[in-house]
């Protein structure tokens, strides 16, 4: 499974480098489906006629259904948006196709949809996007020219970190580690401490990426540890520390908070307790 950067939505900031959204419901099982995973290869048309299939042969399956109305909204809002040229339009169904495209991991289908809401409404907020998606799409040079354009020196921890990630993806050390200067790792979210960590693994700083792993490790339920350490301590950005001893030994820290703190809005931050 492809594993999203950011959830850039209603918290547009919010690093989740922890993967694209399931189709669990509560304690549901996990949906097996051959249209879901045909969806997530992008191609609609037969994921289209395999969900059309699972449905009649499940017909209490009610994941499945809200899985084919969601896919066949998307078709219509390509459509709508292939033709639109209305600068507000174009960001709202751009927005919705692009939160589509995410949950599935189609992160190449949203480059040329954030770079269309960009041309038509050139804010901050739709570059810090447009960057994202194309660093989720593994395109850094590219997220990095629109990330320069950008004027992060105030900006908030989310966007300035995947700004720096984009410049420590080129090589721009320099850049990268003026941005990640900005911040006290103690008051940054469990989110916003990935992106810094990545940054400092990607910059070659393996005693600083030891000690933010740490810092994860830590304050993430043990439940999430294997999946922190397979998806985000184990890709590609963190190749540089990845045999250095301390990032190793760092990488075998035990967690201090019981599985009720993932939703705390304190988690990660040194307002944490500990008591859920």
């Known amino acids: 499974m492809k594993h ?10 919010a690093a989740v480098p922890f ?12 949906l097996k489906s051959a249209a879901v995973e045909t969806l997530k290869k992008g191609d609609f048309a037969k994921a289209s006629e395999l969900l059309a299939a699972e449905i009649k042969a499940n017909p209490g399956e009610p994941r499945l259904k809200q899985i084919y109305a969601g896919l066949k909204s998307q078709i219509r809002r390509e459509k709508l948006f292939e033709q639109e040229n ?19 991991g189609l992160y190449a289908k949203s480059v040329p949809v954030d770079r269309k809401i960009y041309a038509a409404a050139p ?10 998606t194309l660093l989720n799409a593994e395109m850094n040079e590219e997220a990095a020219r ?76 043990a439940s999430r540890h294997g999946s922190i350490k397979r998806h985000l301590f184990g890709s590609a ?23 009720g703190c993932a939703n705390c809005p304190n988690h990660g931050t040194d307002k944490c307790d500990h008591k859920h």
């Open 4 to 13: 999203t950067l950011l959830a850039v939505a209603a918290a547009v900031f």
């Open 19 to 30: 993967g694209a959204q399931g189709h669990g419901h509560g304690h549901q099982p996990p």
């Open 86 to 104: 209305d600068p507000g339009m174009i960001v709202l169904i751009g927005k919705e196709m692009r939160k589509f495209y995410n949950t599935y």
């Open 123 to 132: 804010t901050f907020q739709n570059g810090v996007a447009l960057g994202v």
């Open 146 to 221: 629109i990330f320069g354009k950008l004027d992060l020196s105030k900006a908030q921890p989310g966007p300035a970190l995947c700004g720096a990630l984009a410049f420590a993806r080129v090589g721009k050390k320099a850049e990268s580690e003026k941005l990640t200067a900005r911040f006290d790792a103690s008051k940054l979210d469990s989110n916003c401490l990935g992106l810094r960590a990545r940054c400092a693994a990607r910059n070659g700083d393996a005693e600083k990426a030891a000690a933010l792993a740490a810092r994860i490790l830590e304050s993430t339920p």
């Open 237 to 259: 950005d963190f190749k540089k520390v990845a045999a250095d001893a301390k990032f190793q030994a760092a990488l075998k820290t035990a967690s201090k908070v019981k599985d």
